[in-house]
């Protein structure tokens, strides 16, 4: 019975892919006109569903909340919409008439798309909203714990994309999950590109496809406080950002590095937030709970709320409570409350100045979040190069909450659910993943003219001065010293032959 479900979903991928190549080689001949008239169907039907799709993510998945995602649904609709309407993505994209250049931009073809658990529904508007506005199809693979959001956030897409003129088969969705049919879409012949966001084992399976892959590395993002920053701000955004969702976005901070001078009267504002901060014995039962022996987070508590946490940790908290804090005082297997944590659970450390605090951020990344991002609370620019000059990231994110600035809420970033974090983690990509990443362009080059070549003359060297010069710098010998040396080696295996 059970392969009987396996070859189904196999088959089912092999049928959608099929589906898919059809309705692309139609898509790529659609004018800019057609493709942005798909788009705008596409987001009035994201943000009718975005109330919706969100109770249904929450609903199956149990992580995150109502609010958040319904805020997340609206942004992957109308804030993406915004930013990628005025985008070139078919025919002559650029005209350079001084260098006689022209780009041409063409679809990739036939995109795979990994859903992950945290934010299904989306991951999915967003995903088929740039890949279709660059002309190519999409089939998702959600994750098993959410099929059913994503399946319907994938059908609303569908229905708005083909209600304006797009192609059936455009947009598809795997309904029978399993490994097996993931792994099938992600290395079937039509697939072009694979656009990964889950855990990091399917990210680097993706990478191991043999497939182009744009993935999302996991974010260990640690949250610098330095002595001129805004302390209630700081304090209110880190909050902000870290509770947003509950801590499913790979953005959202996960620790807090203040200075020494004003880490007290931080503590004091982020209590005033809600924060509230674990003494050692809670440390330790929440860190059992939170965390599994690898390093990695106990699913049971992703995205889930602080009163959750609290009660399979067995201990009490206050009822205003929207995060958990760990005073911390390194990085590392000792330490498990150091790794990326998508809930609500933050770490602190305290530094004797921004000098140290550099360098515990840069331990932080080091243990699971190395080219995603680091937050940073200051009004000292000096400081603030420093750590965008030093840092393996590729969002420094400056006085504003992570998790909503990493993503381009908060921030003038692209607005995306993939964060790319370049070849520190093992990918292509170091920006936001937009339609842009899935072109092709085409480059059209007219003849310029011959560069001038200037001819230079063979060095002509006298031999006869050459070895005149050779001699004269070659080591002088003493000829009697050589004799002297001759005579006592002679005298020296005469002695030896008897």
Sequence with gaps: MELDRDLCSLQEARNLVRAARKAQEALKDFTQEQVDKIID??????????????????????????????????????TLYDFIKPMKTVGIIREDREQKLWEIAEPVGVIAGIIPTTNPTSTVIYKAMIALKARNAIVFSPHPSAVRCTNEAAKIMHQAAVAAGAPEGVIGCILNVSMGATNELMKHPSIAMILATGGSALVKAAYSSGKPALGVGPGNVPAFVERSADLAKAAEYIIMGKTFDNGTICASEQAIVAEECIADDLINHLKRFGAHF??????????????????????????????????????????RTRCLVAPLSGVGPQWPLSYEKL????????????????????????????????????NNE???????????VNRILVNTPAAMGGVGATTGLAPSFTLGCGTWAGSSVSENVTPQHLLNIKRVAWHLGIPERKLVEPMKVNQTQAQAQAQTQAPQVDAQLVQEIIKQVMQHLNGMKC
């Excluded at 969100?54 to 992957?76: H, I, L, P, Q």
């Excluded at 965390?291 to 201990?315: E, H, R, S, T």
Aim: net charge neutral.
């Design 41 to 78: 169907l596409m987001r009035e039907a994201g943000e009718a569903n975005a109330a919706r799709l969100a109770m249904m993510a929450v609903s199956e998945t149990g992580m995150g909340n109502y609010e958040d995602k319904c805020f997340k649904n609206y942004f992957a609709s109308r």
């Design 382 to 392: 000096e400081v603030i190069r420093e750590f965008a000059l030093k840092k393996p």
């Design 278 to 319: 674990l003494d050692p014995e809670e440390v330790t039962k929440v860190s059992k709970v939170v965390m599994l022996g690898n390093g990695g987070v106990n699913p049971k508590v992703v995205g889930k709320d602080p009163k959750f946490i609290a009660q399979l940790a067995g201990i009490s908290i206050p009822d």
């Design 343 to 378: 809930t609500t659970v933050l770490g602190f450390y305290r530094v004797a100045d921004w000098h140290e605090g550099c360098e515990r951020s840069f331990q932080l990344l080091e243990a699971g979040g190395v080219g995603h991002s680091l937050a940073i609370h200051c």
